[in-house]
């Protein structure tokens, strides 16, 4: 690595989850998440992955979210902003960001944006709790671009 790297040291596994060793809730785990990636992170991109069930009992429903620099994006390519728009109390037009498949939820409280995902996710991309604990999992880390290292004297 380039000595003068301005690469900052991106912590190991997840910076919540969900089932852990607690008794928190999802959501208390992904509020808990997003407040640590803007009290900490804010700077690099964050990766919620909600997880459930699918169609075989032994087969997993999995679909990720991004937080980058305040815009809120989703992997899924058709996601329906106007029907998450019918399942929360937000009128998110104001919130559409530029980028395709986008909001801006920078100005929102972590509890806010964490209901606009769970109704994203449940809602309006149908994931499905397992059958055995009727919960879903979920995983809130670290997911930096990869940046090249930038040589100060080029």
């Given at each position: 690595?380039?000595p003068?790297s301005q690469?900052?040291?991106?912590?190991?596994?997840?910076?919540?989850?969900?089932?852990d060793?607690?008794?928190?809730?999802?959501?208390?785990?992904l509020?808990d998440g997003?407040?640590?990636?803007?009290?900490?992170h804010?700077d690099?991109r964050?990766?919620?992955?909600?997880?459930?069930?699918?169609g075989r009992?032994?087969?997993?429903h999995i679909?990720?979210?991004?937080?980058?620099?305040?815009?809120?994006?989703f992997?899924?390519?058709?996601f329906?902003?106007?029907?998450?728009q019918?399942?929360?109390d937000?009128?998110?037009?104001?919130?559409?960001?530029?980028?395709?498949?986008?909001?801006?939820?920078?100005?929102l409280?972590p509890e806010?944006?964490?209901g606009i995902l769970?109704?994203a996710?449940?809602?309006c991309?149908?994931?499905?709790?397992?059958?055995?604990?009727?919960?879903?999992?979920l995983?809130?880390e670290l997911?930096?671009k990869?940046?090249?290292d930038?040589d100060?004297?080029a």
């Open positions: 690595m380039w003068f690469k900052k040291s991106i912590p190991q596994g997840p910076i919540a989850e969900h089932p060793d607690t008794d928190r809730s999802l959501m208390e785990v509020v997003l407040t640590i990636h803007r009290a900490k804010a690099t964050l990766l919620v992955s909600w997880q459930g069930q699918a009992v032994d087969s997993y679909e990720d979210a991004h937080i980058d620099k305040g815009i809120l994006s992997d899924h390519d058709q329906d902003f106007a029907q998450l019918r399942l929360v937000i009128n998110l037009e104001p919130l559409l960001s530029h980028a395709r498949n986008s909001l801006d939820v920078s100005s409280d806010r944006v964490a769970e109704q996710f449940v809602g991309l149908k994931v499905k709790p397992f059958e055995d604990s009727g919960c879903y999992s995983g809130v997911d930096p990869e940046e090249p930038v100060p004297n």
